[in-house]
T-cell receptor, first 114, second 111 residues
Framework: AQSVTQLDSQVPVFEEAPVELRCNYS??????LFWYVQYPNQGLQLLLK??????LVKGINGFEAEFNKSQTSFHLRKPSVHISDTAEYFC????????????FGAGTQVVVTP | NAGVTQTPKFQVLKTGQSMTLQCAQD?????MSWYRQDPGMGLRLIHY???????DQGEVPNGYNVSRLNKREFSLRLESAAPSQTSVYFC??????????FGSGTRLTVV
């Protein structure tokens, strides 16, 4: 079984400033890693995913994440945020051999202010 | 492209009532799941299905039953609703190597 820890429940950030959302996971087997974004009163939208290969993953809306196997982390970054990036962000993990089960972190609320 | 469609979007139930949440996907995905979302807890897996007629329990299955009669549809049934089942429910589907595609959710209140 795996678990996911998102280290910050809320991250306030000014517009055009960089942001980093931290995610750590624990698993005894190989994993796939995901970041999702949820805008108010909407479903979840996939931002990016790591399945294999390059540890630096680029996603939509200028986001990127780096998989660090030794530190079991998958932090999400954006160099310059917009007001429209205000949303909740979820890190998720699944074992490579149990695709049916996606384990989510508790979420990080990002609030972007002018 | 509709993606994943959930009905209803909102529902209020009295304790002890039953209801079925419907989910349908038009992407020909094999895998489908039901999650519930509660504040500060992220999304928790209720049940999932790897194909028509094949279902399994997730992290929080108690009080819920599911049915996958065909590839396209995956329903979630509450036989006797309890206030603890007040939540937002999401259906999701995926293909072999992509992340899940989520529906827009059903907001359920049990009074």
């Amino acid at each position: 079984a795996q678990s996911v820890t998102q280290l910050d429940s809320q991250v306030p950030v000014f517009e055009e400033a960089p942001v980093e959302l931290r995610c750590n996971y624990s698993s005894s087997v190989s994993v796939y890693l995901f970041w999702y974004v949820q805008y108010p009163n909407q479903g979840l939208q996939l931002l990016l995913k790591y399945l294999s290969g390059s540890t630096l993953v680029k996603g939509i809306n200028g986001f990127e994440a780096e998989f660090n196997k030794s530190q079991t982390s998958f932090h999400l970054r954006k160099p310059s945020v917009h007001i429209s990036d205000t949303a909740e962000y979820f890190c998720a993990v699944s074992d490579t051999d149990s695709w049916g089960k996606l384990q989510f972190g508790a979420g990080t609320q990002v609030v972007v202010t002018p | 492209n509709a993606g994943v469609t959930q009905t209803p979007k909102f529902q209020v139930l009295k304790t002890g009532q039953s209801m079925t949440l419907q989910c349908a996907q038009d992407m020909n995905h094999e895998y489908m799941s039901w999650y519930r979302q509660d504040p500060g807890m992220g999304l928790r897996l209720i049940h999932y299905s790897v194909g028509a007629g094949i279902t399994d329990q997730g992290e929080v299955p108690n009080g819920y039953n599911v049915s996958r009669l065909n590839k396209r549809e995956f329903s979630l049934r509450l036989e006797s609703a309890a206030p603890s089942q007040t939540s937002v429910y999401f259906c999701a589907s995926r293909n072999t190597r992509d992340g899940y595609t989520f529906g827009s959710g059903t907001r359920l209140t049990v009074v």
